[in-house]
C-alpha cells in the first residue's frame, strides 16, 4: 500500500512538474498575442485577411524577406537577401532600420528581450 501511495505521489510530482515547464510557453503566446497589437494596425496574421500597409504575417518564422507575391515592397527589403530565423526576427523587431537600412516599415522598434522572445513564440503558431 505505502509503495502504492508513493508511487502515486511520485507520479502527481512528474505531472505537476511538466505543466511548470509548459507554463512558460503558453505565457510567451498570451504576451506575445497581446503584444502583436501593436503590429495589426499595419500586418494581417493570415495570409488570406485584406491587405494591410504591410504584408501579411503567415509562416514569417522561416520565411524568406520580401517574399508575399502581391506586396510592393521597399527596394531594400526585396534585396535584402536573408530569411526570417528566429535571430533575424530578434533583431528586426528590436531596430528594424539595422537589419534592413532603408525599409519601409516604420517602428521604433521592442526593446525587451521577453517581449521579443514571445511575440516570435505567437508568430511561430501556424494559424493564431
Ligand atoms: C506602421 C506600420 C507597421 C508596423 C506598426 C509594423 N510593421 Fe512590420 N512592416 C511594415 C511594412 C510597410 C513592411 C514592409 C517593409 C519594406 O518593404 O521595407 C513591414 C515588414 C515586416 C516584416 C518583413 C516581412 C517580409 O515579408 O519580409 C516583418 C517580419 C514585420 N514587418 C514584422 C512586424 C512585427 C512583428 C511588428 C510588430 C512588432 C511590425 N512589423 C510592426 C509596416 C509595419
Known amino acids: ?3 502504492l501511495l508513493n508511487s502515486m505521489i511520485a ?3 512528474v505531472v505537476a512538474n511538466t505543466s511548470a ?3 512558460p510557453a503558453q505565457d510567451d503566446v498570451s504576451l506575445g498575442k497581446r503584444l502583436f497589437l501593436r503590429c495589426a494596425a499595419c500586418h494581417a496574421v493570415s495570409s488570406q ?3 494591410k500597409v504591410g504584408p501579411h504575417l503567415q509562416g ?5 524577406a520580401g517574399s508575399v507575391a502581391r506586396y510592393s515592397y521597399s527596394p531594400a527589403m526585396r534585396q ?3 530569411v526570417w530565423n528566429q535571430a533575424a526576427l530578434d533583431r528586426w523587431l528590436q531596430s528594424p532600420e539595422s537589419v534592413v537600412p532603408g525599409t519601409t516599415m516604420g ?3 521592442l526593446p525587451k528581450l521577453g517581449d521579443r522572445k514571445a511575440l516570435i513564440a505567437y508568430l511561430k503558431i501556424p494559424s493564431p
Open 1 to 3: 500500500m505505502k509503495t
Open 60 to 64: 514569417i518564422v522561416g520565411r524568406k
Open 107 to 109: 517602428f521604433a522598434g
Open 21 to 23: 515547464l509548459a507554463a
Open 80 to 82: 535584402a537577401n536573408l
Open 49 to 51: 485577411a485584406p491587405a
Open 11 to 13: 507520479l502527481a510530482l
